[in-house]
């Protein structure tokens, strides 16, 4: 049965939020921000009752064979200009933390959906390192009530800067040592929020890959793009 809603109620601010600042060594600063929403078990809920669709999916990739990799958007069909309250939140935390201004551009809703459909997958592999838009400041809300692994952040191996390493559309799973040295994994506490710029590489990581093949794993992101930067 379809349920209604209005973002500000689903997506509310709890007001008991704790803030942490912590700075990855190679890497560069996160803003972490526990106990983010008050009602993380809805949202989680809600994602729980979706149908998502493959994300960056071709025919002759490993998505839908070994895992599913879906994206879910709630597209905004709204009549006049609203600015939800969490966005405005995140962004003045972006100011205040990074000192960077961020567009006031209301963002869609939009959640990761991943789970494994084979089992035995070393933890070597992890997702595929990335870095998402150089302009814009990253954020990831974890909405796994129980969870294994988070954010992992790296830097390429000196030998392998500048080249052109691996394409994720084909297998998102990567023997992460062979290219990448790892620094730091923030960990996925169910509702904790991140705050990042884009241009750290980073990927999802995973310590036990068993885990999600009976449960899904799930996040909500954001990209604030850049305004301007008063630094």
């Known amino acids: 049965m379809p349920t209604p809603y209005l973002h500000d109620d689903l997506f509310k601010i709890n007001p008991d939020l704790k803030l942490s600042e912590y700075h990855i060594e190679c890497v560069g600063d996160v803003l972490i921000i526990d ?19 493959p994300w960056k999916y071709k025919k002759n990739s490993r998505n839908t064979k070994d895992y599913f990799d879906c994206r879910l958007i709630n597209k905004l069909y709204h009549t006049e200009d609203i600015e939800f309250e969490n966005q ?3 962004r003045n935390k972006i100011f205040d933390f990074f000192k960077i201004k961020t567009k006031d551009t209301t ?23 990335h870095r998402d838009k150089s302009n814009a400041i990253a954020s990831t809300i974890y909405l796994d009530s129980k969870h294994s692994g988070g954010t992992a952040f790296y830097t390429v191996k000196e030998s392998l800067k500048g080249q052109q390493i691996l394409k994720e559309n084909y297998d998102i799973k990567v023997d992460v040592g062979k290219y990448y040295d790892f620094h730091e994994c923030i ?26 093949t009976d449960k899904w794993r799930k996040n909500q992101v954001y990209f604030f793009e850049k305004e301007t930067c008063t630094n």
Request: proline share 6%; glycine share 8%.
């Open 35 to 53: 106990d983010f929403y008050m009602y993380p078990d809805t949202i989680e809920e809600m994602l729980n009752d979706s149908w998502v669709l």
């Open 88 to 90: 405005r939140f995140l």
């Open 107 to 129: 963002l869609s809703p939009t959640f990761n959906i991943f789970k494994w459909e084979i089992r035995g997958i070393s933890s070597k592999y992890q997702m595929f390192p």
């Open 187 to 212: 960990e996925g506490v169910f509702n904790r929020c991140i705050l990042y710029p884009g241009h750290y590489i980073h990927g999802g990581y995973i310590d036990d890959h068993d885990f999600y």
